[in-house]
Structure formats: structure tokens, C-alpha cells
Antibody, heavy 123, light 109 residues
Framework: QVQLVQSGAELKKPGSSVKVSCKASGGTFTTYTIAWVRQAPGQGLEWMGRIIPIHDITKYAQKFQGRFTITADKSASTAYMELSSLTSEDTAIYFC????????????????WGQGTMVIVSS | EIVLTQSPGTLSLSPGERATLSCRASQIFSSSYLAWYQQKPGQPPRLLIYGASIRATGIPDRFSGSGSGTDFTLTISRLEPEDFAVYFCQQYDSSLPYTFGQGTKLEIK
């Protein structure tokens, strides 16, 4: 069973950037895809993007293009998401999740999730 | 982008009753790419159903999924106290982006 452990909560100023990590254990990091999903307070789930670490291929939701970057450190079995130009609307819990696929054209439901990282954007 | 609309927004039932949750898509997509998740306060979502009708590992058989085309259903045959939570549907069709429904809150009556 793959386990995903995320970094801790962040308090950021408007206009700044935040970087959140997601460390995987219990499986082979290069055999699956990591996605990022966020959830604003009391709201639903929003897919932000994904990375296939073995290929370093990323795909982003159009809404976040240009200010959102996902990277992966295969040696550390860790994925990262960085969101820049933060506004109060980016205040949310950010989750990483696993898709058990490793080919770009393939997709899968999210069978493992990180515990979530709260990011608060406030002056 | 495929928009998913869940109904009802809130469902009030008692333990032992049957729950039926709906998820309607704005366009047809393959049922192979429809999932249901359960989320409790302070926790990440948990995968219940994928491929519209396949239970994820460890999910009790009182949970079942069905549907195709644009209409999908999650049924909980006999509600247990631990089933009261928020439920989301998700489509993960290869034509990204993935999208989620807005959620159905299942509360104790």
C-alpha cells in the first residue's frame, strides 16, 4: 500500500509562492503518477495537475497554467507542487494523490491520498 | 471540460436505510472513467468505486456503483453510522482535465 506524506501547513503573503512536498513510500515511485488536488474551505475538490515521474511529463489544468509547477525527485520518491502569485482565493487544503498508471494516455482513479497541506494566504 | 452535477446536495437518512446518490455529466464519457469518493471531516477523500461499478480494495459490499453515458449512481444498501460523510463523483477521462462533482452530504436524520 502506497503512503503519501505531505509537508506541513503554510501561511503566505499575497503575491508570494508556496511549495508543498509529497513523499511516497511503500511502492515504486516511478511506476505511477502523482496528481495534485485542492479543496477550498467548505468547498469541493479541484484537480490542478499531474506528473508522471518516470517520464517527467506534466499536465496542468488550464486555470493554473503559468503559475503552477509540479516536479518530482525520483531519488527521494517525492513530488512537489509550487504555486506562485498567491491570492486569498488560493487559500485551501492541497492534496497529492496517486494514479496507478505510468503512461501519459492512461488515467486512473486516485487510490491513495496524502493527508493534505493547509495553505493560508493572508496579509 | 466535463461538468459533473451531483444530487441531492444533502441527503438526510437514518442508519439502516438505503441511500441513492446521483451524478450527472454534461457530456457522454466512458463509464470506465467514473469514480466515487467518501470524505469525512479533516480527512482526505477515500476511493470507494472506480470504473463506475468496481469497488476499491477494502470497501464493504453495501457500497455499489452503476450507470453509463451521462448518469451514474452510488448506492449504499444499508447505512452504517460511519457512512455519514460527503460523497464526490469524479471523471478521469483521458481528455483532461479531471473534474469532480460538488458533493452530496449524507447526514443523519
Amino acid at each position: 500500500q502506497v503512503q503519501l506524506v505531505q509537508s506541513g501547513a503554510e501561511l503566505k503573503k499575497p503575491g508570494s509562492s508556496v511549495k508543498v512536498s509529497c513523499k511516497a513510500s511503500g511502492g515504486t515511485f516511478t511506476t505511477y503518477t502523482i496528481a495534485w488536488v485542492r479543496q477550498a474551505p467548505g468547498q469541493g475538490l479541484e484537480w490542478m495537475g499531474r506528473i508522471i515521474p518516470i517520464h517527467d511529463i506534466t499536465k496542468y489544468a488550464q486555470k493554473f497554467q503559468g503559475r503552477f509547477t509540479i516536479t518530482a525527485d525520483k531519488s527521494a520518491s517525492t513530488a512537489y507542487m509550487e504555486l506562485s502569485s498567491l491570492t486569498s482565493e488560493d487559500t485551501a487544503i492541497y492534496f497529492c494523490a496517486r494514479e496507478d498508471v505510468m503512461i501519459p494516455i492512461e488515467t486512473a482513479a486516485f487510490d491513495s491520498w496524502g493527508q493534505g497541506t493547509m495553505v493560508i494566504v493572508s496579509s | 471540460e466535463i461538468v459533473l452535477t451531483q444530487s441531492p446536495g444533502t441527503l438526510s437518512l437514518s442508519p439502516g436505510e438505503r441511500a441513492t446518490l446521483s451524478c450527472r455529466a454534461s457530456q457522454i464519457f466512458s463509464s470506465s472513467y467514473l469514480a466515487w469518493y467518501q470524505q469525512k471531516p479533516g480527512q482526505p477523500p477515500r476511493l470507494l468505486i472506480y470504473g463506475a461499478s468496481i469497488r476499491a480494495t477494502g470497501i464493504p459490499d453495501r457500497f455499489s456503483g452503476s450507470g453509463s453515458g451521462t448518469d451514474f449512481t452510488l448506492t449504499i444498501s444499508r447505512l452504517e453510522p460511519e457512512d455519514f460523510a460527503v460523497y464526490f463523483c469524479q471523471q478521469y477521462d483521458s481528455s483532461l482535465p479531471y473534474t469532480f462533482g460538488q458533493g452530496t452530504k449524507l447526514e443523519i436524520k
